[in-house]
């Protein structure tokens, strides 16, 4: 099972990134997948949650109308795509496989929102 997210960076106030994960070793349609962050010293939170067929998305009240998850299941790929970023963005970011009850996490990648 593998979980490989990119797309992470330097970027400053106000712009864009868009963060890929793609996955392999098990059937990724039937997974659910969500994004989540955590920031130096803090957490592990929520960003936001895609269902199987992408659907049903949910997001954390901080990225609403900002974070865009998506996904191809043709391609094994989630993506966030971030508008808009703000230095409360800087966190390292990862995806994770939900299928109860497994789940999967990849090992992150780094987005830093700086002038």
């Known amino acids: 099972v593998q979980l490989v997210e990119s797309g992470g960076g330097l970027v400053q106030p106000g712009g864009s990134l868009r963060l890929s994960c793609v996955v392999s070793g098990f059937t990724f349609s039937r997974f659910a997948m969500s994004w989540y962050r955590q920031a130096p010293g803090k957490e592990r939170t929520l960003v936001a949650t895609i269902s199987r067929a992408g659907g049903t998305t949910n997001y954390a009240d901080s990225v609403k109308g900002r974070f865009t998850i998506s996904r191809d299941n043709s391609k094994n790929t989630v993506y966030l795509e971030m508008n808009s970023l703000k230095p409360e963005d800087t966190a390292v970011y990862y995806c994770?496989?939900?299928?109860?009850?497994?789940?999967?996490w990849g090992q992150g990648t780094q987005v830093t929102v700086s002038s």
């Open positions: 994770k496989a939900i299928y109860y009850p497994s789940e999967y």
